[in-house]
């Protein structure tokens, strides 16, 4: 149809004109308006002409719908990230980037990930075709990881919501004033006449001595002289008024959780995580990989660890579990997994996408971290930090996302140092951190070492021998191997629960479980009844542990958290122990093995075992 009527309008253009050359020009101009014209009608019709128009206007440039899809991005993040030709300009300024190959390469401007209407345009176009860029395409990886995981079994309603009615999960909890941690909790929680005791006011004598020392109050967290920082003291009028949630959940903390099962302060916390503005950002020192501390406007400070690995990369079998890459999602997948278990010792973790150059750059003035920014050759702002693993140039961390985005993981902070000094014990069955050596309890028998640390303080009474056997438990089924020590509060001495901090490394292999992290359990054969009591329901078809953990990570800023192999492992793992104390209560009787819990907690319900 189309070329009929071409044809009509070239002869009668051409019968107006007699000589060749004119009939020739004819015919040029007609073809040229024909065209036009279909080239118009097929942009009106996709609703691009806009898009079009712009791109003619600058065709290097790779701008149109694309821009607009990543201003919006940039504005879901509160960034100021500049795109197309901003975006150039943005790095020419902040990073001096003068080199052809950066602003060339940053010139084609498409991101792999962004799906535009002009890539066909382009390539008509005299842009030069760029080499395929090395960026990582977090976006694309996510799919694959999608595309091959056995797709998640379907059922209604949330599997989550009924284990959490579960009467396991609301046995009462026996808390009393001097249970809390912080002063002002005991304050909120005393009868008026215990007050009378409490004072506020007043900072305790190791407070004290470190309120004399020299100390920067213009950024809470400045020069990370976290020690240094004196306590806050109160009024009780300022702890009536506190309506900060981050400082109303560390008042949940207690002796023997971070937070109540029921604390609205912890969803709170968790959306304060993902979205207050972050105003400040240091270097945290201490420990082996980078981390950083990042204070936000509620002035909450939050412990960020970068995005390092896709999901579905497998930590080398040849790997050491002390050279192993942190992992910002086996961060966030370890407090969903505690919570899951009501251990509720791990700090609230979130995932958030960050504005490498305006939320980390921009906020900081820790030279040390500062100096070590740069632009990647395909134009993604990259940075190191300054630390004793993984902090060079071979190890950098780069943005993965529209040159500046990058995931990352943040952890509520704990209080102060000064509020609530914590205490670090070396686990028992630590392993040797060598490449050739291997630890005590790896080579002699496993029950007499069992036996030895039964019989030795602290874990000769109280609850801390069942803690053990419960972080043997929350482990083995992350697969983190890299528990050397943990920590508690000094506040509450020798009887009081460790916390779960450091679980960057978990979640490294998918088919390969690690008995060794069971071993406190099968050498000991003893679990904690309350514990063994939850993990039999967490077998059972109605409160699978993937889909509840499945469910409960789903609404993460960078969901999903774990791949689908990942989740799979956690069941058979949680079989697998399930099996060792099987074995175990036949061998010696469920008396022997099943440790009463420290509440004495009378008639735990103990489920039907799992068909
Ligand atoms: N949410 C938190 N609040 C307060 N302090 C924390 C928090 N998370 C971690 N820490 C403190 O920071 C220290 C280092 O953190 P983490 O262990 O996660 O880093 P790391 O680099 O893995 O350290 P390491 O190399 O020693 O294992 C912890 O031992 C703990 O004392
Ligand atoms: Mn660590």
């Known amino acids: 149809m189309l070329k009929d009527s071409f044809r009509i309008i070239i002869r009668v253009l051409c019968s107006f004109f007699r000589s060749e050359t004119m009939k020739l020009k004819a015919r040029l101009v007609a073809g040229g308006l024909f065209l036009t014209l279909v080239t118009c009608g097929v942009l009106v019709l996709n609703g691009n002409l806009r898009v079009a128009v712009e791109f003619t206007a600058d065709p290097a440039s790779g701008q149109g719908a694309g821009r607009a899809a990543q201003a919006a991005e940039a504005s879901r993040y509160g960034g100021k990230a500049a795109f197309g030709p901003g975006n150039k300009k943005l790095l020419n300024e902040e990073y001096g980037v003068n080199s052809n190959v950066s602003l060339s390469a940053m010139s084609s401007g498409q991101h792999p990930n962004l799906k535009s209407p002009e890539k066909g345009l382009q390539k008509k176009s005299n842009v030069v075709e760029k080499p395929p860029s090395p960026t990582v395409d977090h976006k694309q990886l996510n799919n694959n990881v999608q595309k091959n995981r056995t797709s998640p079994p379907r059922y209604a309603g949330s599997k989550l919501k009924i284990l959490l009615r579960h009467p396991l999960y609301r046995i009462p909890e026996r808390v009393s004033t001097s249970d809390y941690l912080l002063k002002p909790a005991r304050w909120l929680h005393a009868t008026p006449d215990e007050r009378k005791y409490i004072k506020l006011g007043e900072n305790s004598e190791e407070e004290k001595r470190h309120k004399h020392k020299k100390h920067h109050h213009s950024k809470s967290i400045k020069k990370s002289k976290e020690k240094d920082l004196p306590a806050p003291t109160y009024k009780s009028e300022d702890i009536l008024n506190e309506k900060k949630p981050w400082r109303l959940l560390q008042f949940g903390i207690t002796r023997s959780s971070l937070y109540g099962r029921n604390d609205p302060n912890v969803e709170r916390v968790l959306d304060a995580l993902r979205t207050q503005e972050v105003t400040y950002v240091e270097m945290k020192p201490g420990g082996t990989q980078l981390k950083l501390f990042m204070e936000l406007a509620d002035t909450s400070i939050g412990m960020f660890k970068p995005w390092r690995w896709p999901r579905d990369r497998e930590t080398p079998p040849d790997h050491f579990y002390f050279t192993d890459y942190e992992r910002h999602n086996a961060e966030i997948a370890a407090y969903h997994l505690d919570r899951v278990l009501d251990f509720r010792r791990c700090p609230p973790v979130s995932g958030r996408w960050f504005n490498v150059t305006s939320e980390i750059r921009h906020k900081s003035e820790d030279d040390k971290l500062l100096r070590t920014f740069f632009v990647s050759p395909v134009g993604n702002v990259c940075f190191f930090g300054d630390c004793s693993y993984y902090c060079n140039t071979e190890h950098m961390i780069c943005a993965t996302r529209d040159h500046h985005m990058l995931e990352g993981s943040l952890a509520a902070y704990l209080p102060r140092w000064q509020e609530a000094p914590r205490k670090t014990w070396k686990h028992p069955w630590k392993r040797s951190y060598s490449r050739v050596k291997k630890a005590e309890w790896e080579v002699v028998d ?109 609404s993460d800023p960078i969901a999903p958290i774990l791949t689908e192999p990942h989740l799979l492992a956690l069941d058979r793992r949680l079989r697998i122990i399930l099996n060792t104390v099987d074995e175990c209560i036949t061998k010696k009787g469920a008396e022997n093995v099943l440790l009463e819990d420290q509440e004495h907690i009378e008639n735990i319900l103990i489920p039907k075992p799992a068909q």
């Open 446 to 554: 496993g029950e007499a070492f069992c036996r030895e640390v039964r019989n030795t303080p602290p874990y000769d009474t109280g609850r801390k021998f069942g803690d053990l056997l419960d972080l043997a438990v929350y482990d083995f089924l992350m697969g983190n191997m890299d528990r050397h020590h943990y920590e508690t509060f000094k506040a509450f001495g020798n009887n009081s629960a460790p916390l779960h901090l450091d679980q960057g490394r978990a979640f490294g292999r998918t088919t390969h479980d690690e008995l060794s992290i069971l071993v406190p359990i099968s050498s000991c054969c003893s679990i904690r009844k309350s514990t063994w009591a939850r993990l039999q329901l967490l077998a059972r078809e109605e409160y699978r542990l993937s889909d509840v953990m499945r469910e409960s990570m789903q």
